[in-house]
Structures are given as structure tokens and as C-alpha cells.
T-cell receptor, first 112, second 115 residues
């Protein structure tokens, strides 16, 4: 699976949009971009994933650049409960690869 | 939230003793996984299961064994616990290991301390 690079930490004001970047310059054509988050002392939580088109669900939006070398997770109206470590992962889906590699992620702090 | 229960939530044990952690799911998902999380290492896959009695090794399987006799239960056993196995252990499930919509759902974790 391709390696990802994320900033170690970010701050966001409550109610504002949080934009979390991820660089995955070595991504291959059959690798999906996944985002998970981990709130302190809890298990990771799935947020969203995509291949090349932008995706949106009830939690967030995922913007993938046209060359697929980077992506941005957008939390449109951050709340204090969004304070967590956010992990960007790229992986092949459908190849039977179960090794979900979590890097160090970005620690997002939502500030009142 | 996905119906995943890990037990115990916390355990302290001594070096050399056997330890079994249990993961129970109510989602009837086929795939189940055991991860460990350590500072500086992220989450690492220990073992996974793709069906009843069907299991395979992950990245860090040495010193661990697993069993899955029922769809809903996945057990992780440390045959002889060592201090290096002090960690937070997470169970995860997924409906399909191969789907383009595959998502992992994680339990709340077990904090294991081996003294």
C-alpha cells in the first residue's frame, strides 16, 4: 500500500470548516483513499473513502486531486466532538489485502 | 455504532501466564481482525479471520494465536504473555474483505498490561 504524509497537528475553530490534507504521491491506479479517525481512548472510526471522484457523506467530504497524488478531508462545521486523530490511508480494495496501515495521522484540535 | 464488544476492557497479568481476549459481534460480518496499537507504531494487524475456522496471520502474529468457532466470536490468545505484548488491542469487523465499499468497524479496545 502507498505511503501517506499528513501534518502532525492542526487547530480549527468550532463551527468552521476543518480541512485536513494528505499527500499520497506514490498512489497507484487501483488504490483507494480512506479516512478514519480515532477519538481518545476509542477504536478508530471509518469516515469516508474514494477512488478518484469527490465523495460526500453525512460526516465529511473527500476531495481528491485530478492526479490523485493528494486529497483533503473536509469537516464542514467542526464541533468539539471532532477533536481526534485523523488517519489517511491508501489501499488496494478487492485484492484480499487486509493490512490496513495506519500512520501517525493528524491530531485535530477543535477550539471553542 | 457497530455491535462489537471486546472483553475484558482492561487486564493486568504477569509474564508467562496465558491470556485470552474476546471479540463478540452482532453484525454477522464475515471478516474479523485483531490489531494492536502502540505509540510510534500505529495500528498493526495481528491475525484476521475470513470465516468460521478460517484464519490467517497478519504483520505481527508471533506469540499470538486465534480461534473462530462461531461467526460472532473471535478469540485472541497470548500463550505465554511477555512485557512486549503490553498494548491496546482492537478488534475490527468488516462485511467483505474485497468489496469496493469495504469499511472496518472497530471495537472499543482492551488495555492489556503484562508485568
Amino acid at each position: 500500500d502507498a505511503k501517506t504524509t499528513q501534518p502532525p497537528s492542526m487547530d480549527c475553530a468550532e463551527g468552521r470548516a476543518a480541512n485536513l490534507p494528505c499527500n499520497h504521491s506514490t498512489i497507484s491506479g487501483n488504490e483507494y483513499v480512506y479516512w478514519y479517525r480515532q477519538i481518545h481512548s476509542q477504536g478508530p472510526q471509518y469516515i469516508i473513502h474514494g477512488l478518484k471522484n469527490n465523495e460526500t457523506n453525512e460526516m465529511a467530504s473527500l476531495i481528491i486531486t485530478e492526479d490523485r497524488k493528494s486529497s483533503t478531508l473536509i469537516l464542514p462545521h467542526a464541533t468539539l466532538r471532532d477533536t481526534a486523530v485523523y488517519y489517511c490511508i491508501v489501499r488496494v480494495v478487492g485484492a484480499g489485502s487486509y493490512q490496513l496501515t495506519f500512520g501517525k495521522g493528524t491530531k485535530l484540535s477543535v477550539i471553542p | 455504532d457497530a455491535g462489537i464488544t471486546q472483553s475484558p476492557r482492561h487486564k493486568v497479568t504477569e509474564t508467562g501466564t496465558p491470556v485470552t481476549l474476546r471479540c463478540h459481534q452482532t453484525e454477522n460480518h464475515r471478516y474479523m481482525y485483531w490489531y494492536r496499537q502502540d505509540p510510534g507504531h500505529g495500528l498493526r494487524l495481528i491475525h484476521y479471520s475470513y470465516g468460521v475456522k478460517d484464519t490467517d496471520k497478519g504483520e505481527v502474529s508471533d506469540g499470538y494465536s486465534v480461534s473462530r468457532s462461531k461467526t460472532e466470536d473471535f478469540l485472541l490468545t497470548l500463550e505465554s504473555a511477555t512485557s512486549s505484548q503490553t498494548s491496546v488491542y482492537f478488534c475490527a469487523i468488516s462485511e467483505s474483505g474485497r468489496s469496493t465499499n469495504e469499511k472496518l468497524f472497530f471495537g472499543s479496545g482492551t488495555q492489556l498490561s503484562v508485568l
